[in-house]
């Protein structure tokens, strides 16, 4: 299961409606080994593609430095579907080389970038097996000890 603070969810949300037509992407980092999205980083769809998502690979490997640097990890990564459900692509499936992570997809197809409810779920991806899984949205995250 993901659980998600509000805040976050209506970032990866509203970033998802501001790149439709095209795809848009990017990571909540968070603590090493805790599975808790904190930090949104909106990454580059250096495709520019409504169709397809690329991060860019300077933007990528910057990032990955930090969250390094920070006893990070990518928790969620996520992408926007501009013009189909919010299920992985075979393409989609073939890029998700981190086990560990969630998986979230958005579909904007519905309302675009206006207002209006988006398609939100996460998923396991692990060896090209894909499991969906439930999303709970909470006002803060946790605190743990």
């Given at each position: 299961?993901?659980?998600?603070?509000?805040?976050?969810?209506?970032?990866?949300?509203?970033?998802?409606?501001?790149?439709?037509?095209?795809?848009a992407c990017g990571v909540v980092a968070g603590p090493e080994s805790s599975d808790r999205p904190e930090r949104?980083?909106?990454?580059?769809?250096?495709?520019?593609?409504?169709?397809?998502?690329?991060?860019?690979?300077?933007?990528?490997?910057?990032?990955?430095?930090?969250?390094?640097?920070?006893?990070?990890?990518?928790?969620?990564?996520?992408?926007?579907h501009t013009a189909t459900e919010a299920y992985p692509s075979r393409t989609d499936i073939g890029l998700a080389?981190?086990?560990?992570?969630?998986?979230?997809?958005?579909?904007?197809?519905?309302?675009?970038?206006?207002?209006?409810?988006?398609?939100?779920?996460?998923?396991?991806?692990?060896?090209?097996?894909?499991?969906?899984?439930?999303?709970?949205?909470?006002?803060?995250?946790?605190?743990?000890?």
């Amino acid at each position: 299961m993901l659980t998600i603070d509000r805040a976050t969810y209506d970032g990866i949300v509203a970033h998802a409606k501001r790149d439709h037509p095209d795809e848009a992407c990017g990571v909540v980092a968070g603590p090493e080994s805790s599975d808790r999205p904190e930090r949104l980083v909106e990454m580059v769809n250096a495709a520019g593609s409504p169709t397809f998502y690329e991060f860019d690979s300077t933007e990528l490997l910057e990032l990955y430095k930090e969250m390094w640097d920070r006893d990070e990890e990518p928790v969620v990564i996520y992408h926007s579907h501009t013009a189909t459900e919010a299920y992985p692509s075979r393409t989609d499936i073939g890029l998700a080389n981190e086990p560990g992570a969630h998986y979230v997809l958005v579909s904007t197809r519905e309302h675009g970038n206006n207002e209006g409810p988006v398609e939100f779920r996460s998923y396991r991806i692990v060896d090209g097996e894909v499991t969906e899984e439930e999303v709970t949205v909470v006002d803060e995250q946790p605190v743990s000890n």
